[in-house]
């Protein structure tokens, strides 16, 4: 069974920096492209950042560009975004999601709650 | 950036229903769009991918239908279990916009 597991998240100031995990089990983590999607508080989905199989690849939202870094170690089947000078408006469930061949998101975790705060 | 417009926002239908929600691509996507749920509380769940293809394990009275740039989803016969909240997506070119998103309630 494919389960993606969150962590990482809490209460963090303004202009604060918070790393989330996603440990992954029940697949070949090493052969999936991952991304993480935000849900802000009684608001739609945005996508956030993506990263290939290998890692050598990523992308970002022009709104966490330069302040979020996503990346991955394939040997511990977990998937990380550092977060750095954090905003009210990142304030958000974060989500982890493999991304299939086709480009569509077909497993997803239970989502950490991140809140910028002061 | 690809705009994605979803509508409506929100809807009430009655139980055996038929359901459409419509999205709109603001440039050629191709077929590389995909339809979640999201039940109050929960994970997205993918339903359909491709813009009509039915994810493994997902009801057949779910559906999806292309015309250009004009996606629909089809929910043929509301069942109780179906309210949630539906996101189209765009799987074509980074970054991955998703639709508005539309409420689903029973009446």
């Known amino acids: 069974e494919v389960q993606l597991l969150e962590s990482g998240g809490g209460l963090v100031q303004p202009g604060g920096s918070l790393r989330l995990s996603c440990a992954a089990s029940g697949f070949t983590f090493s052969s999936y492209a991952m991304s993480w999607v935000r849900q802000s508080p009684g608001k739609g989905l945005e996508w956030v950042s993506a990263?290939?199989?290998?890692?050598?690849?990523?992308g970002y939202a022009d709104s966490v560009k330069g302040r979020f870094t996503i990346s991955r170690d394939n040997s511990k089947n977990t998937l990380y975004v550092q977060m750095s000078s954090l905003r009210a408006e990142d304030t958000a469930v974060y989500y982890c999601?493999?991304?299939?061949?086709?480009?569509?998101?077909?497993?997803w975790g239970q989502g950490t709650l991140v809140t910028v705060s002061s | 950036d690809i705009q994605m417009t979803q509508s409506p926002s929100s809807l009430s239908a009655s139980v055996g229903d038929r359901v459409t929600v419509t999205c709109r691509a603001g440039?050629?996507?191709?077929?590389?769009l995909n339809w979640y749920q999201q039940k109050p509380g929960k994970a997205p769940k993918l339903l359909i991918y491709a813009a009509s293809t039915l994810q493994s394990g997902v009801p057949s009275r779910f559906s999806g239908s292309t015309s250009g740039t004009d996606f629909t989803l089809t929910i043929s016969g509301l069942q109780p279990e179906d309210v949630a909240s539906y996101y189209c997506?765009?799987?074509?070119?980074?970054?991955?916009?998703f639709g508005q998103g539309t409420k689903l309630e029973i009446k």
């Open positions: 440039q050629n996507i191709a077929t590389y």
């Open positions: 997506q765009q799987s074509y070119r980074v970054p991955y916009t």
């Open positions: 999601a493999t991304r299939s061949e086709g480009r569509y998101f077909n497993y």
């Open positions: 990263i290939t199989d290998s890692g050598r690849t990523t």
